[in-house]
């Protein structure tokens, strides 16, 4: 089984984002496939209304992580989960350079999923500048520890997504082997260090030429796409491409 996750980000309003979900809630997933939107929090509700009853899952893209109180402009993660969300995106790296998200905060979002019956998506992913200096273990490995430390989850109740931050938005893909290495390392990190079992997905400029080469990995469990997922005919390539990959 092999994830395919749509990360909407601040692209669509809810109008689009609504007529986007319509579009995806017609196409026949791919055998083995298991397909989640992530829509804009106030698209939240319009995309749940046109994907109820398809095979697509909702994810949610950030979430507080308090379950209530007076937290102005903030949403929870029990909030997410009464909307319908199974998932969250936690520590996404737009989140930490943009917003400011440290690793303790991803932590406690992370927490606060567990807590609220929502799978956290825990992103990691290096820098230009990690790459440049060789740290993109150091990187992973830091961002790892500080979220998965002191949290009690069995296997398999969260996912990592390795999302290289150079590879967003650039059009710059990390090579499917390369990827697929880093993939098995973090698996192999979560399960000396902490005794669990997670799936792996890849994220970063994937496109409907390059998705089957990441789908086909071993340790790649799944991608996580931006811009392409945005738009229907692209994601019924990208379908497509994994269809005929099979
Ligand atoms: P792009 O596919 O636009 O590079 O974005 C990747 C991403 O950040 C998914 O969360």
Same mark, same amino acid.
């Given at each position: 089984?092999?994830?395919?996750?749509?990360?909407?980000?601040?692209?669509?309003?809810?109008?689009?984002?609504?007529?986007?979900?319509?579009?995806?809630?017609?196409?026949?997933?791919?055998?083995?496939?298991?397909?989640?939107?992530?829509?804009?929090?106030?698209?939240?509700?319009?995309?749940?209304?046109?994907?109820?009853?398809?095979?697509?899952?909702?994810?949610?893209?950030?979430?507080?992580?308090?379950?209530?109180?007076?937290?102005?402009?903030?949403?929870?993660?029990?909030?997410?989960?009464?909307?319908?969300?199974?998932?969250?995106?936690?520590?996404?790296?737009?989140?930490?350079?943009?917003?400011?998200?440290?690793?303790?905060?991803?932590?406690?979002?992370?927490?606060?999923?567990?807590?609220?019956?929502?799978?956290?998506?825990?992103?990691?992913?290096?820098?230009?500048?990690?790459?440049?200096?060789?740290?993109?273990?150091?990187?992973?490995?830091?961002?790892?520890?500080?979220?998965?430390?002191?949290?009690?989850?069995?296997?398999?109740?969260?996912?990592?997504?390795?999302?290289p931050v150079w590879a967003i938005g650039s059009g710059e893909p990390c090579a499917p082997a390369d990827a697929d290495d880093v993939a098995?390392?973090?698996?192999?990190?979560?399960?000396?260090?902490?005794?669990?079992?997670?799936?792996?997905?890849?994220?970063? +400029?994937?496109? *409907? &030429?390059? @998705? %089957?080469?990441? /789908?086909?990995?071993?340790?790649?469990? !799944?991608?996580?796409?931006?811009?392409? +997922?945005?738009? *229907? &005919?692209? @994601? %019924?390539?990208? /379908?497509?491409?994994?269809?005929?990959? !099979?």
């Amino acid at each position: 089984m092999k994830y395919f996750f749509a990360n909407w980000k601040m692209y669509l309003t809810a109008a689009e984002s609504r007529s986007a979900a319509r579009s995806l809630a017609g196409f026949s997933l791919p055998e083995g496939i298991r397909a989640a939107v992530f829509p804009n929090t106030l698209a939240f509700s319009a995309a749940a209304d046109e994907l109820g009853g398809s095979y697509w899952q909702l994810g949610a893209q950030n979430v507080d992580s308090t379950p209530q109180g007076a937290y102005t402009g903030a949403t929870s993660a029990l909030m997410f989960k009464e909307a319908g969300a199974v998932y969250a995106l936690v520590g996404h790296s737009e989140r930490r350079h943009i917003f400011g998200e440290t690793d303790e905060a991803a932590h406690n979002k992370t927490q606060a999923c567990l807590d609220a019956g929502l799978i956290p998506v825990v992103c990691v992913g290096e820098s230009e500048s990690d790459r440049k200096e060789d740290k993109r273990q150091y990187r992973l490995k830091k961002q790892l520890f500080q979220v998965f430390t002191g949290l009690n989850l069995p296997s398999g109740a969260a996912l990592v997504a390795y999302e290289p931050v150079w590879a967003i938005g650039s059009g710059e893909p990390c090579a499917p082997a390369d990827a697929d290495d880093v993939a098995g390392w973090i698996k192999l990190e979560l399960s000396q260090s902490f005794g669990l079992t997670a799936a792996v997905l890849y994220g970063g +400029s994937v496109t *409907p &030429d390059n @998705v %089957a080469g990441y /789908l086909e990995r071993e340790a790649i469990d !799944g991608v996580l796409s931006g811009s392409a +997922s945005t738009r *229907p &005919d692209s @994601v %019924a390539a990208m /379908l497509a491409a994994v269809e005929g990959s !099979g």
